[in-house]
């Protein structure tokens, strides 16, 4: 190998070198320093047991995909406006793992759905059929969380209150396990708490 192609090779290792370690200081090392002393506040409160396995649901059913939980600073976008909740901060998310941020806005955020929607009827009727409440939404019904169910009710099930025509005639709608634990999960989205912002972002008030 010639020297000047040495020469070359060396700048070019130590510029990819350059910008790994750029790439670390800037995505790892800086929010380590910047969120260490974050608090644990005492709200959000953890979830239960119930929200825990209707977050699973929503993982396993990819609606992070579609969904945000991430209301962005009235500087950068409008989201505060749309009704989204203040901006999230650290503290926000100390009982999520993984954390469901989300990158698509297909569908609104969710931060603080269940301040905007606190009815478990409206919930379940949406995952069935989405249509039924907003004609424009391109959102995927879930037929599939419910049973079609005739004859006499039976202990314990949970019927879905629906709009005049949303389901088939002569039967009744009701919720599985999957659909229940869901909205139990979308129902504890309320980030309504104070939090202080700015250098102590996140830590308790």
């Not at 644990?40 to 953890?46: D, G, I, N, Q, S």
């Not at 941020?101 to 606190?118: H, K, S, Y």
């Not at 088939?168 to 139990?184: F, N, Q, S, T």
Request: charged content about 15%; aromatic content about 8%; hydrophobic content about 40%.
């Amino acid at each position: 190998m010639s020297r000047e192609a040495q020469v070359d090779l060396t700048r070019l290792i130590a510029g990819a070198l350059a910008i790994v370690t750029f790439s670390i200081v800037a995505l790892v090392v800086m929010p380590y320093f910047l969120t260490r002393t974050t608090t644990r506040p005492a709200k959000p409160a953890p979830y239960t047991t119930a929200q825990q396995a209707g977050r699973a649901v929503y993982i396993a059913n990819g609606c992070i995909y579609c969904h945000s939980q991430q209301p962005r600073d009235p500087s950068v976008a409008p989201d505060q406006q749309r009704g989204w909740g203040r901006p999230s901060v650290p503290a926000d998310y100390v009982h999520d793992e993984p954390h469901l941020l989300g990158t698509m806005r297909t569908g609104p955020d969710l931060f603080n759905i269940a301040v905007r929607q606190p009815s478990r009827d409206w919930h379940l009727g949406h995952l069935y059929q989405p249509r039924a409440y907003m004609a424009q939404s391109i959102m995927p019904a879930y037929p599939f969380f419910f049973e079609e169910r005739t004859g006499p009710a039976q202990a314990g099930e949970v019927v879905v209150k629906l709009p005049p025509g949303a389901a088939p005639a002569g039967v009744r709608i009701v919720a599985k396990a999957e659909a229940i634990a869901l909205v139990d999960y979308l129902l504890s989205l309320d980030h309504t708490y104070p939090v202080r912002t700015g250098r102590n972002a996140g830590a308790a008030p």
